[in-house]
């Protein structure tokens, strides 16, 4: 941690800076530049990061110099990590497609949705249970009824299953009934959730805030983590930007940054970065070039009576074209679907 | 709500929209442009807000014509609201100044800091006992402890006390120890929280997220309404932009904007809205001269050793100084502190 | 063009907007919904758009319902136009790779770079003589002299030449020396430099504005096309967000979206996306899967001697390998390099 | 500037990168931590501030840490800076109030809304000639007649002219017929259009980008003074956010932040700031609270006929009224209209 003086600090003032710092048992080294004093602090930076030595009179900035996050770093753990569930490894040599509908409506469609996306290549059943909606009026998902369809379903097919949890209430039915919890980009920062997920032992799908940046995207998989979990898989969905032609903006940079900062398992969902089906396939693709390990994608037989999200769920036609560009590029890296 | 077709669409196409509309008992009026045709949709708009019309072919936006939200808006109530709790009135003629420190750390520095906002003016004691923190490593807050002390320096210095709540399996116990509930920014969208809050009586702060849109933070709110209860408070506290001298961007327009929207009493946090202690002054007169109904400030007797956000906290004297700006410009309003 | 009435308006209002649309030759379709009035327009909605409707008593909001530009769009032409300069097709089925230096330093280094570059795989080179930078203190480049020196190296390696043109006085000196002219990100609204360089006929590659939308990019554009040069390729290069950790964020939705709208080539500048030339690989390969028909990108036989822009620099072992990286990917989507 | 090394930088990396720093006449302070080695450069910042030092192999990160900007920094000249124009002092106790029609469309319009607003209190007439439109469709302005005009009516009426500049070869043209010269958001980072302003003595006032930092705000005053003219005055007039309820977000905490960083003074756009009409009086009362030297404010006798910005454009009576309550509010602070 670096801490940069004003001008015209005094003495006095620079030394009870200097003196907290050593209270903490971490040593320092005073540059006296030109303008500016500069104090260097040798030691575990832990210590200093929840003191607020902004609030020091004298003191212009502290920069930290260490990344926060520590179990969910590459400096930690230098392999990349494999989540596995069933006969899926998530972040292999293998690109996942997980696939399904927005919502779990009824039985019938998830049946015929499950096939369809199976046949196209895609080993993961996605659907919602538990909706978190924009408006108190807009369908807010099945509930248990939906958790229970989703696993007959998944069994049915052969499927790996995953759906949303957004009540820490709701942690232990949820992994009663399904193989993958996926946390929504709403509750990213949902630290008592996260730390519920933490102790149970199923793999956790953690999606990005749409106004989260990466570090603290990574300080979040830390809750998960520093709890026990390990199997943590990162999902980039988009961001929010000033652009509105698109639902969100797909953060494609973070993918390769995120891939250099930690050693998790990276996917992006091409649905919600665009919110326009016609966008899904040449952004697959390109997240799928740029070093991520999985997409996950909504498909629905019928768009158009879908309870949530039809504007942007791919067609079953479209989902299969769109696996198969994507298998093409993934070849070219040496992956596969 | 109005649907543009594409240019090309057919016959059929646009006929399948029609009829979809008409099977929910809403009438048409079809616009035959020169390039696009219009099809403006009358009757209650709801019943087709769920519907995915996007996702029908030919179909090219879909764009509403009435506000989502219903009981926050001023057409459904065009009075400002005032909410009430023991001796103060949030939204009317007098601006009301909530301060306090970022966390409750002991009994002792709450007790000097409540002394002292309250000879400065404040009516309402702030102070967190669950705190969200980004790292999983810092402070969390004193919880149930820190409850109760709040509990009792507020009575002691016959201030009304306000702390926040992450986790719809707390509401019932704050709700017995503090007179307003808050809910930070972070779980502006934690809807099952805020449903939990509309089933309590004791009003409750809700703070805009930091990239959610004035319609979002206005839905929200709709959340707690519509399950019964209408003591709810706006707190703008500052968006996320691309700006990184502050902490985050005051959106000062929200705060005239919302009171044309709503009836909804609005408070700002100049804190956390710029994250320096040095701008909280004037940021704070801005805000009442905009239209703000109160602020919630950060105080602390030795922001040097606070467990958080000791860089935007202000030193009683100066909290003293800022109070007495604030009402000069409340007294040019015909407002009073 | 739809406008939609406040509730309660008066008919007298209602009748003012009406007629002020009959006096610009359009027709109205008035559709009174149980809260609204909605009028549509009829007819050619440019002799509106310059109209402040929002401003007349009554009215809500005003909703364009066509796209503002004309000749830049696919409806105009649907096919995709190839923009050619010498033997180089940029929107044709090979990959364009643009590479260079940001700034041209002189004669050796820049024949260095040109030659490694060419071995590579480029056929054209970039690199500035009128560098616009954010601080007057800093290196504003060559000038005339290191224009002389672009077309001598270009023409010595067989390359095509692009640099920035910041000033419509320069217009023509720049057009007698090199063979592409870039209109920057700071410029992408500087009107009066691109009607200059819509009556030249050299093409123009035109980059994104950092916080434009990609409608306004494409206005931009238009400002070209309509003074007579067609020859425009636009560059994504990356939009200002929160995200911090990389210099700007890539907008790779925007690479399909612009090619669903518009018929001219899109390329992508992976350095100035990223500001980190570790990601510049894996980003060349998302915006080539995406659809992109060429890179732009910054190579340097010595960063840590650039005059600016080093840490986003390639090595030219490391382009070398990006491009065989990016050829991979685009023998998958059936292109080449 | 602070350097900071990778873990595991070799040593032969580490005096790379010392050496380069002694050969710029700087001299070094090395901290070696548990992690990470911390390099601190004593001396002129400036001569490493073009230096690429984050290409170097090795080094992590670079952290300026003094501002780069010198003239226009409140640490150059720690008292307010006063413009003064004939009989108005901007930056001084009054309060300076500009107001006028976004376009000048006709010589009889001009002297209605000159008339109406010198009579409420404005002491500058606003006005644009030449205006840069988004579209190449829309009205662009009257040019040299404009400024005829423009000149003519202020001089009837015994007020100061403001029209803008967006061209390097309009500069001279303009400096005969206005009193001063506005660069607006588009144009902040035309270096060369600063470079020209900064050549002439009369008054620059300089809008922030709707795209810009404070720090690059700074910076492009910056060229204007470091070429020799002091004149200039700042104005926030909203940047882009997500927020689209209002045109832009006005950011209320740069009034503060530069008045804090910067001598020069302030003034705020309340009308590009929210582009809704109805915001404008409350924002304007903010801004003036904040600290703001003065408003332009766009001003029109008909709205619902401007040829450009109608919709937040104020009408006479309003703009009355705005006057009156910023007034109130300037009162309050010990200054006045």
């Known amino acids: 941690m670096i801490i940069v003086l004003k001008p015209k600090t005094s003495k006095k003032e620079k030394e009870k800076v200097i003196k907290k710092i050593h209270s903490l048992g971490l040593k320092t080294m005073v540059s006296q530049g030109v303008e500016r004093t500069i104090i260097g602090v040798i030691g575990e930076e832990d210590a200093l990061r929840v003191q607020p030595l902004e609030a020091f009179p004298g003191v212009e900035k502290v920069i930290p110099v260490l990344a926060p996050y520590k179990l969910v770093s590459r400096e930690f753990k230098p392999q990349n990590s494999v989540v596995k569930v069933k006969n899926v490894s998530i972040g292999a040599k293998q690109i996942v497609i997980m696939a399904g509908p927005c919502a779990i409506e009824n039985l019938k469609t998830l049946r015929a949705i499950a096939k369809s996306v199976k046949e196209s290549g895609a080993t993961v059943l996605r659907g919602g249970a538990f909706k978190p909606r924009t408006s108190p009026y807009s369908f807010q998902g099945l509930g248990k009824e939906g958790l229970k369809m989703m696993r007959d379903v998944a069994e049915e097919y052969g499927l790996v299953s995953i759906t949303e949890v957004i009540d820490p209430r709701d942690v232990d039915l949820l992994a009663k009934y399904v193989d993958i919890l996926q946390v929504g980009a709403r509750n990213m920062q949902n630290f008592n959730l996260l730390k519920e997920l933490g102790k149970i032992k199923k793999p956790i799908l953690l999606k990005r805030g749409m106004m989260s940046t990466i570090k603290e995207f990574l300080m979040s998989a830390e809750y998960i983590l520093s709890e026990g979990n390990f199997n943590v898989i990162l999902c980039e969905r988009g961001i929010r930007t000033f652009e509105n032609f698109t639902r969100n903006t797909l953060d494609i940079n973070a993918v390769p940054a995120i891939k ?23 952004v697959s693709k390109a997240a799928i070039a740029a070093g991520a390990d999985g997409l996950i994608v909504e498909v629905h037989t019928h768009p158009e009576q879908a309870a949530s999200d039809g504007e942007q769920s791919l067609k079953p036609l479209n989902f299969r074209n769109m696996v198969k560009e994507v298998a093409a590029i993934a070849k070219a890296l040496k992956r596969k679907v």
């Open 260 to 282: 250099m900062l930690s050693h998790l398992p990276v996917i992006v969902d091409p649905s919600h970065a665009t919110g326009k089906w016609e966008l899904v396939t040449a």
